[in-house]
């Protein structure tokens, strides 16, 4: 059983001048908002349900999705983060809903080129058992407009599985910019798989748990 979880709580700073109603999830892309993309994604990797994490301060949100018809299937649940933490705090607040397995996706992260990324994170999940993240690598010109956050050390072959995995994520640079090197840097970005194991790490955010895990091989 896998639940997708949708973080969408925080206070979106970087784009603040393109809100719609003050949430970021509702800026539209070719008539549909990324947070409908996100929730279109997460149906089409056939998730058990949908929890999204919300803000007491972004009732739009909700009414937002209420009068585009998106609740009518009755697989979506909210909770509220209480304050804009993080994004552990924020998926923490989805546990009582689905557990402690959940895929994490964030609406102001879409792929392009690939039909559904959520679907190879729970492919991957279901060979390895582990945690999955997903990376990319960063180019020009997208690159240029990063903050050096989530990059990835290096990928490795994983010995026990057909998958590649990650030896470990760099501390957050959030003023310094996203190195752009030939060959690209990997960044993780906006996917990923977490499990009980996870719950279980040292550390007080997505990189310290995370790079725990990639340092004892689970990711």
């Given at each position: 059983?896998?639940?997708?979880?949708?973080?969408?709580?925080?206070?979106?700073?970087?784009?603040?001048?393109?809100?719609?109603?003050?949430?970021?999830?509702?800026?539209?892309?070719?008539?549909?908002?990324?947070?409908?993309?996100?929730?279109?994604?997460?149906?089409?990797?056939?998730?058990?349900?949908?929890?999204?994490?919300?803000?007491?301060?972004?009732?739009?949100?909700?009414?937002?999705?209420?009068?585009?018809?998106?609740?009518?299937?009755?697989?979506?649940?909210?909770?509220?983060?209480?304050?804009?933490?993080?994004?552990?705090?924020?998926?923490?607040?989805?546990?009582?809903?689905?557990?402690?397995?959940?895929?994490?996706?964030?609406?102001?992260?879409?792929?392009?080129?690939?039909?559904?990324?959520?679907?190879?994170?729970?492919?991957?999940?279901?060979?390895?058992?582990?945690?999955?993240?997903?990376?990319?690598p960063?180019?020009?010109?997208w690159?240029?407009?990063?903050?050096?956050?989530?990059?990835?050390?290096?990928?490795?072959?994983?010995?026990?599985?057909?998958?590649r995995?990650?030896?470990?994520?760099?501390?957050?640079?959030?003023?310094?910019?996203?190195?752009?090197?030939?060959?690209?840097?990997?960044?993780?970005?906006?996917?990923?798989?977490?499990?009980?194991?996870?719950?279980?790490?040292?550390?007080?955010?997505?990189v310290?748990?995370?790079?725990?895990l990639?340092?004892?091989?689970?990711?």
């Amino acid at each position: 059983m896998m639940w997708g979880v949708i973080p969408a709580a925080g206070r979106g700073s970087r784009v603040v001048d393109d809100h719609v109603n003050g949430c970021k999830e509702l800026i539209e892309i070719n008539g549909r908002t990324m947070l409908q993309r996100t929730i279109d994604e997460l149906r089409a990797a056939e998730v058990d349900g949908i929890v999204i994490v919300t803000s007491p301060n972004k009732p739009a949100i909700k009414t937002s999705l209420e009068e585009s018809g998106e609740l009518t299937r009755g697989d979506i649940k909210f909770v509220e983060q209480a304050e804009p933490n993080g994004l552990v705090d924020a998926i923490t607040q989805a546990i009582p809903i689905c557990g402690e397995n959940m895929l994490v996706a964030t609406p102001d992260n879409l792929y392009l080129r690939h039909p559904c990324p959520a679907y190879e994170l729970l492919r991957v999940h279901g060979t390895s058992q582990r945690c999955v993240i997903g990376v990319v690598p960063v180019v020009s010109p997208w690159g240029e407009m990063l903050g050096d956050t989530g990059r990835v050390d290096s990928l490795y072959n994983s010995k026990n599985s057909e998958h590649r995995a990650l030896s470990g994520i760099l501390e957050k640079r959030k003023t310094k910019p996203f190195p752009l090197t030939v060959p690209p840097r990997w960044r993780c970005t906006g996917r990923m798989i977490v499990t009980t194991e996870f719950w279980w790490q040292t550390g007080f955010d997505d990189v310290e748990k995370l790079g725990a895990l990639a340092s004892q091989g689970r990711l």
